[in-house]
């Protein structure tokens, strides 16, 4: 390990101009697509929407086998082919973070058991000083991580597609993906070392353009294709600006489920970017794609460029309620009804509700100090009056600007659903 280059300025991302500098790079041979046809990234740049739609992945165990470790009480989760949903009701209990046992999970595959003790990260690639290959890698045990400043930071985890069923529920759109309503976040407390700690310390190049984790869970089948082990390549500017590699999850060793014995972390953005068991990242002099930058979590269809959009970072604005779709409440008795709200752009300072299907509204008293990467808890008392199903519906504003629509731009994959949700109650 060689001495630390001094860090970058603050680059501001713009992502849609590295994603068109990335594919002009890859058309020129200078950027390395792993596991993506050559095929693939023309059809990126030249698709017809119809090609995009892509089938629905298949399970990669035999049905039965179990793909997440800690219970999944039917009360607190709805099981979604691999994953688990986490329902809002059972989150009416809980505080700011979300509890480990209450914590959605997203797995591609199956959860690993790992052992901290066996376990190694190994970074290796064209970025680095020396530039050490995949056979003379630099190595981080568990306890040299450990070893390591420790950061603590509060953040939530969101799959790109969370609220992807109200696509269809609501706006009457065909999607691909696990149809979950809105409980596909959690909020906990990170701890663990910096990214950018471990990078310098790797002897980053001053050539180093994109990083790329890699889990050491099973490689991914969709469609009888094998597109490898789950990985994503991550902007330099974003691993040295806030990400972590996290070791411990609200006071906790990571639990298997979310990523033991450590995880990438990446505020704000899309859950994907967060990788679970991480194993290696691939330090890159060029531009990396994988399939999880181009075929997945990219924006298709007619309301998108034809090539797809640029690759999903940020997540987008979003609020549920603290309750069951379909709750009851009595007439003619006051409430308190709780929800939550949070955006990848900014933090949450505004909040207004409507219980009378949209009609009326009125701003939510706010019980946190808005904080971005989290999400903003609220309230409002209602007193339901006249008997009958009725919708209750919440709207956010983040401090980038960022309001609810009424409708959110359809995309073929259903990702970063916005759009403020009809909560489905009736008064009796
Ligand atoms: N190695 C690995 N990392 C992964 C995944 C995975 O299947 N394998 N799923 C990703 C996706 S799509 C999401 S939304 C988050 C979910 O994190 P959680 O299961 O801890 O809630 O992990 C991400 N990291
Ligand atoms: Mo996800």
């Not at 509890?99 to 066996?118: I, K, Q, S």
């Not at 009378?356 to 701003?363: A, H, M, N």
Request: aromatic letters at 8%; one cysteine or more; proline letters at 8%.
């Amino acid at each position: 390990m060689s001495a630390v280059p001094p860090p970058r300025p603050a680059a501001r991302l713009d992502e849609a101009a590295y994603d068109r500098r990335r594919l002009r790079q890859w058309l020129a041979g200078d950027a390395r697509a792993d596991g993506v046809g050559r095929r693939r990234l023309l059809t990126l740049l030249a698709a017809t929407a119809a090609a995009t739609a892509l089938p629905a992945p298949r399970p990669a165990r035999a049905a039965g086998t179990p793909t997440i470790v800690k219970a999944l009480p039917p009360e607190w989760f709805v099981r979604r082919g691999t994953n688990a949903e986490t329902r809002w009701e059972a989150l009416r209990a809980t505080g700011h973070h979300t509890p480990n046992e209450l914590f959605f999970v997203r797995n591609h595959t199956a959860t690993p058991v790992l052992e901290a003790g066996d376990w190694r990260l190994r970074l290796w690639g064209s970025g680095l000083r020396g530039a050490p290959g995949e056979d003379r890698p630099v190595e981080f045990g568990y306890d040299d991580l450990r070893a390591l400043p420790a950061v603590t930071r509060t953040a939530f985890v969101e799959c790109a597609g969370n609220g992807r069923g109200h696509y269809t529920t609501q706006q009457g759109e065909t999607v691909t993906g696990t149809a979950w309503a809105l409980g596909a976040i959690g909020v906990a407390r990170w701890r663990g070392a910096r990214l950018s700690d471990v990078l310098r310390r790797a002897g980053l190049s001053s050539r180093a353009a994109d990083v790329q984790p890699r889990g050491l869970d099973a490689e991914y089948v969709s469609d009888g294709e094998s597109l490898g082990r789950v990985r994503r390549p991550l902007p330099l500017a974003k691993a040295l600006d806030d990400v972590l590699l996290a070791y411990e999850m609200n006071g906790e060793p990571l639990p298997y489920d979310h990523g033991y014995p450590v995880r990438v972390l990446v505020p704000s953005w899309v859950g994907i970017a967060s990788i679970k068991w991480v194993g290696d990242i691939e330090v890159s002099a060029q531009p990396l794609f994988s399939p999880w930058n181009t075929t997945f979590y990219r924006l298709f269809g007619s309301a998108h460029p034809q090539e797809g959009s640029a690759p999903l970072t940020r997540q987008t604005v979003k609020s549920a309620f603290e309750l069951a779709s379909g709750a009851t409440f009595p007439a003619g008795r006051g409430q308190v009804l709780h929800g939550r709200s949070w955006s990848g752009a900014g933090a949450v300072t505004r909040v207004d509700v409507s219980t009378d299907g949209g009609t009326s509204w009125r701003p939510a008293r706010l019980h946190d100090r808005p904080r971005p990467g989290t999400w903003t808890r609220w309230s409002v008392p209602w007193k339901p009056g006249t008997r009958g199903a009725t919708h209750l519906l919440a709207r956010a504003t983040d401090t980038a600007g960022r309001t609810q629509p009424d409708a959110a731009v359809p995309n073929t994959q259903g990702y970063l659903f916005d759009a403020v949700v009809r909560h489905p109650v009736t008064v009796v």
